[in-house]
């Protein structure tokens, strides 16, 4: 039927051309980054605002952090597992802004990896991993078999949402000592399929941001195997690689790795007397430790060789795992994972909630996953 043509017709239709205009401009305004200004020129002026002020004040600031023009933000990225399942892990990102969790894409490999096993109930297997040019990095882990499950580096990429692999392992390790100094990953010692002299002595590097970086160069071997008993951190520390070859309070030996020289050396006596738990160096410049037996956090001083009290927290016992960033350290604990800023005076600790029925392997601070990914 046709509509009648009336003044009241002509004033409806009056009524509901200027209702859409009206929403039209409001979305144009939620729009605008910064009246007046061109986006691009807005966009410049609010790169250097701290994102989680930008997130409370308006939706098209919120938009913006969000979008793959905007400088990334770190968050934090975790593998996850229900408790005590033997072989299920997910990779889960935490935005540190919104305070939401989000799981990443899944790997097919990451199927084949083992948490525990039936014969040895009391044992945790380790998933080893690091974060190294702005990238995630999987390295070393056990199949079902007990054999190793990654034949090479298994890489996620955050800026793009995407896998792929690094260049292949001589011999690919069940367990091993893994650390990173600036774009470079190193690997040293541990155990293959089987036990080896020449793997436990091994130290191999591999460059991820070099052009021929599909290869591991060989560096100097340790003079002994004593540090292939368990999985454990290589830290990079003002271009040295430092580590112990036990975990704990147990009587333990050190090493140091100097890249410079391409020389292994002798750890020094107060750095090896406070290793008492997982270690992590802030910017590769400053060390920390948390004593997993006390919850004790401390931080190395080179000139004195010892160890300075920082804080004391339950939250901290039973320390596993520890990553350092932008002020901040990342504590894989029996309580979960906890932020400690260290850059606050007084430092202080902000536990940080768990998707539900999972809790953390590891953790790593990296450059914010876009949305969409």
């Known amino acids: 039927m046709d509509m009648p043509d009336t003044p009241q017709h002509h004033s409806h239709l009056h009524l509901s051309s200027n209702n859409s205009k009206r929403r039209k401009r409001q979305q144009e305004q939620e729009h605008v980054l910064i009246a007046g200004l061109p986006d691009h020129i807005a966009q410049l002026c609010l790169s250097s605002v701290n994102p989680s002020l930008l997130f409370s004040i308006s939706h098209s600031w919120r938009r913006l952090i969000y979008s793959p023009s905007f400088p990334p933000f770190f968050s934090l990225y975790a593998i996850l597992s229900p408790p005590k399942s033997h072989s299920f892990i997910e990779f889960h990102t935490f935005d540190p802004i919104s305070h939401t969790w989000r799981i990443l894409p899944r790997h097919p490999h990451l199927r084949h990896l083992l948490l525990r096993h039936p014969s040895?109930?009391?044992?945790?297997l380790s998933v080893q991993s690091v974060s190294a040019?702005?990238?995630?990095?999987l390295l070393a882990a056990t199949t079902h078999n007990l054999s190793p499950a990654l034949p090479?580096?298994?890489?996620?990429?955050?800026?793009s949402g995407t896998w792929s692999f690094g260049p292949m392992?001589?011999?690919p390790r069940r367990w091993c000592a893994l650390g990173v100094l600036g774009p470079a990953v190193y690997v040293a010692s541990g155990i293959g399929a089987h036990f080896s002299i020449h793997v436990a002595r091994s130290l191999e590097k591999w460059d991820v941001r070099s052009p021929n970086g599909d290869v591991w160069e060989k560096k100097t071997d340790l003079k002994d195997g004593r540090f292939s008993r368990e999985a454990i951190d290589a830290v990079g520390w003002r271009q040295k690689l430092c580590m112990v070859n036990v975990k704990g309070d147990a009587a333990k030996e050190?090493?140091?790795?100097?890249?410079?020289?391409?020389?292994?050396k002798d750890m020094p006596e107060g750095m090896l007397y406070g290793w008492r738990g997982p270690v992590a160096a802030m910017e590769e410049e400053v060390m920390y430790v948390v004593d997993e037996a006390k919850g004790v956090l401390r931080r190395y001083l080179a000139e004195e060789d010892a160890w300075e009290e920082i804080l004391e927290n339950e939250r901290l016992k039973g320390a596993e795992q520890i990553a350092a960033e932008k002020g901040k350290l990342c504590v894989v604990s029996t309580s979960g994972i906890s932020v400690v800023d260290v850059a606050a005076s007084p430092p202080r600790i902000i536990p940080v909630l768990l998707p539900e029925g999972f809790e953390p392997v590891a953790v790593h601070v990296l450059p914010r996953t876009p949305v969409g990914h």
């Open 169 to 171: 392992l001589a011999t």
């Open 133 to 137: 040019a702005g990238r995630l990095i």
């Open 254 to 264: 050190g090493a140091v790795y100097d890249v410079a020289e391409d020389a292994w």
């Open 152 to 159: 090479r580096p298994l890489i996620f990429h955050p800026l």
């Open 120 to 124: 040895f109930l009391s044992r945790s």
